[in-house]
């Protein structure tokens, strides 16, 4: 989803305030599906990004700090030319027990736009992304990662894919084994500022097998994009791991573009 919502933020703190600790290997930071706009030369997008888990369920052999209440991300994209920016993410979990860790880490992006394939109304674009972890939150401490970005548009209805290339380059059980990720998003524009969408995300396979890993995490959310006006806007959504019995996960992304 485009980094481009933030306001409501005190209803929507208080929609996800219903937590205790959960349970997930998928990236409980960044759910989101990028699309192909990027933010105007010389403009910014800023999106307080909140992921928040429904009832407690912490395995023994988990990484606590992964199993958090709530997640709260912020993040802050520049634009450099009409068709390409620069973000930066920071990572925190401020619920934690006393004494843990609460600043979990960031990642760093660019995104270009490469423009419409001529023969068919797809937009192409590219992010790539370096990741750093706190230990507390990851075993992967460091992480690449490549994201074309296919997204097609017409009337009211928008389809969005993200295939994705990660390597971990620091950290990790699985060493500089490459894993094929995706996340994907349907919406349906119903009014000038109200959309819905369905939204899939999964860490899905390694490029070695190309086969389903055990551990293998698909989410799927349901939830709206509201245009609030004078560059806010809010999109909030709800899900639910569909290989696992794990808690229910709500999300909010609050966004101004000035």
Same mark, same amino acid.
């Given at each position: /989803?485009?980094?481009?919502? $933030? ?40 999106? =307080?990004?909140?992921? *928040? ?20 991300? *912020?993040?802050? +994209? ?25 600043? +979990? ?12 394939? @001529? ?8 992010? +790539? ?29 928008? =389809?969005?894919?993200? @295939? ?69 806007? $809010? ?14 996960? /709500? ?8």
């Amino acid at each position: /989803m485009c980094p481009s919502k $933030l306001k409501l933020l005190v209803a929507s703190c208080c929609v996800f305030a219903l937590t205790t600790v959960s349970a997930s290997a998928q990236d409980l930071f960044e759910l989101e599906v990028f699309d192909y706009e990027t933010a105007p030369a010389g403009g910014y997008d800023v999106a =307080l990004h909140t992921n *928040v888990m429904s009832r407690g369920g912490v395995t023994p052999d988990s990484i606590a700090g992964d199993h958090r209440p709530a997640h709260v991300s *912020v993040e802050v +994209a520049r634009g450099w030319t009409s068709r390409f920016e620069t973000g930066v993410f920071v990572q925190t979990a401020p619920f934690g027990s006393s004494g843990s860790e609460r600043f +979990a880490g960031g990642h760093v992006r660019s995104k270009v736009r490469i423009g419409t394939l @001529p023969a068919f109304p797809l937009r192409v674009a590219l992010s +790539a992304e370096y990741t750093f972890n706190r230990a507390a939150f990851d075993h992967e401490l460091q992480t690449l990662e490549v994201r074309p970005i296919l997204d097609y548009s017409r009337g009211r209805l928008s =389809l969005v894919a993200n @295939p994705s290339l990660e390597l971990v380059t620091h950290g990790g059980d699985e060493g500089l084994e490459p894993v094929v990720d995706i996340s994907a998003s349907v919406g349906w524009q119903l009014l000038t500022r109200l959309a819905v969408k369905t939204e899939y995300f999964s860490a899905a396979a390694t490029t070695r097998h190309l086969q389903r890993e055990s551990g293998a995490h698909h989410l799927l959310f349901g939830g709206v994009d509201i245009g609030v006006g004078d560059g806010w806007e $809010l999109s909030l959504s709800a899900g639910h791991c569909v290989t696992r019995h794990e808690p229910w996960l /709500m999300r909010s992304v609050i966004g101004f573009a000035f």
